[in-house]
């Protein structure tokens, strides 16, 4: 397991491009950002056993 957090604040804004609407931009500049991340490692394995020949 990973964490990971993350803050920025900016008094002026922070330019986060796809968040940002030019056409009115005063009102889509965030002023602070922050992101609270869990990770977690998974692995799985297959194994493909061969056919063994039984002779009675």
Same mark, same amino acid.
Do not use: C, H, W
């Given at each position: 397991?990973? $964490?990971? *957090?993350? $803050?920025e604040?900016? %008094? ?9 609407? !030019? *056409?009115?931009?005063? %009102?889509?500049?965030?002023?602070? !950002?922050?992101? $609270?991340?869990? !990770? !977690?490692?998974?692995? %799985?394995?297959?194994?493909?056993? *061969? %056919?063994?020949?039984? *002779?009675?």
């Amino acid at each position: 397991m990973n $964490d990971r *957090s993350y $803050d920025e604040a900016n %008094a002026q804004g922070i330019g986060l491009i796809p968040v940002l609407n !030019f *056409s009115n931009l005063g %009102a889509t500049i965030p002023k602070n !950002f922050n992101e $609270d991340l869990r !990770f !977690f490692k998974t692995n %799985a394995y297959l194994v493909k056993r *061969s %056919a063994e020949l039984v *002779s009675l």
